[in-house]
């Protein structure tokens, strides 16, 4: 039997101006990077598929603005496409399958081949 079609949701997003976690993500980078050390930033991918359309364009938004920062900071990062849905057990977790996948994308990834290159 065909895969069935995840359940449509509305994720609770927080903005990420106000948003803590963010806030202390930041502030974490720009320490490691004042140590010396290298950074690199994987951002999701979320299973896009779970949710509203509306959602979604919130969701961008919100990538938008993290990848914004990042660029902003000059610090390397992937934010891939999600996955296909049937590489996600929930939200935002993948099964090996996924995660192989996952990993098969980063190593196509200039950004991070270079850093690792380093």
Same mark, same amino acid.
């Given at each position: 039997s065909p895969p069935k079609e995840p359940k449509k949701q509305d994720m609770a997003w927080v903005n990420i101006e106000g948003s803590l976690q963010w806030q202390f993500f930041r502030r974490a980078v720009?320490? !490691?990077?004042?140590r010396g050390n290298n950074v690199f930033v994987l951002v999701g991918p979320f299973n896009e598929h779970m949710l509203t359309d509306q959602n979604k364009v919130?969701?961008?938004? !919100?990538?938008? $603005?993290? $990848? %914004?920062? !990042?660029? %902003?900071?000059?610090?390397?990062? *992937?934010?891939?496409?999600a996955l296909p849905p049937e590489c996600y057990i929930d939200a935002s977790h993948p099964p090996a399958e996924g995660y192989? *996948? !996952?990993?098969?994308? *980063?190593?196509d990834s200039p950004s991070f081949t270079a850093l690792m290159l380093k």
């Open positions: 720009q320490r !490691l990077q004042e919130i969701y961008g938004k !919100l990538k938008e $603005g993290i $990848g %914004a920062w !990042l660029e %902003a900071n000059r610090i390397p990062y *992937l934010m891939p496409a192989a *996948l !996952l990993a098969r994308t *980063l190593m």
